[in-house]
């Protein structure tokens, strides 16, 4: 059996200051921890310095990294952007795309072939689609070719493509057959995802009752809030049983609303998300994205018109802007991408948190939240280097 013992830490979590935490891992599985000196031995022994040790992220919403697209529709762009993702301290990541109808969507496909397979970073747990059922006014960055009326046979048609791969689907529950989607979706273990819509409140709550329990980057690509029309976000910030994805870099949503989405949502509800493009991990620069140029400058990345698209920034470099725009603490930060992200996909039970018997995907961080080391299943995917 394979063994990796993690010693010379500090549980991102505990309240000592000492850094004399281990975890021990055997065959990928964390098979337990502790601190102190009696650390127990391993094949493999890993110092991590006295830094941090949290569990890896989990990205819900990532549809490039390291200038490979999900778009691409090969392995080689999917391992691209796990390797991207694994110096960010991402460990699993739902590779986010677009359904084109009438077009082939081998990259549909392509994601469903790769899932359970090693990429060299983070692993793959499934697709995330947004749309194509959505609303055209608030369709933001997608194509109008990507998008189509609900119905069972369009739906059909991409599980076709997806087949179990499908976790997450952003849709609007405004649109005629909205809510049976809603209910077909739900009934298959598929996230729906509230977003890119022009719901009205009572159209939300419907969508709500319906069975959607998320929501696709809270404030972007749906109506603003007033007091005589609260739209889907006076539905969103009274509904407890409803989480979250929040961009909380600070240009998508400026940091003093990120501060007010935190204090008003909880941190239970709130799962923080790059929606990162091709251009993460690179310089500044000009990009395409679905043939559409974009630029990708100070972290954010913007068609010729303005229209911002996503992100270029890491996620660890997002939850540190996160814990400086509310004052949370870095360890309520990392609930919000490993507790939180696990648990709208349904994995908490394996993933997400450091305890035994679960998956030994980790990531050792300095305390400004850079990466050192980001360990999936027991072995070392990245490392900075000089170390």
Known sequence: MASLLISNCRLYDSSQTKADDWVLVTDGIIERFGHGDAAPQAHTVLDAGGRLLAPGFIDVHIQGAGGADVLDATPEALATIAK????CGVTSYLATTVYKPDQDNRHLEVVSECIGHDLGGARLRGTHLEGPFISPKKRGMIQPNCLTNPSPSALDAILSKTD??????????ELSGGLDLVRALVDRGVVASLGHTSATYEETLGGFDAGINHVTHLFNAMPSLHHRSPGPLGAIFERPDVTVQVIADGVHIHPSVVRLAYTGLGPDRFVTITDGMQALGLPDGHYTYNGIPYEARDGAARYKDGTLIGTAL????????LAEFTGCSTATAIRTVTENAAAVLGIDKKTGSIAVGYDADLVVLEEDLSVHTTVVAGRVVHQKCGD
């Open 84 to 87: 991207t993702c694994a110096r």
């Open 164 to 173: 179990d791969s499908l976790a997450m689907m952003t849709l609007a529950p």
């Open 314 to 321: 890491g996620l660890n470099r997002i939850l540190a802007r």
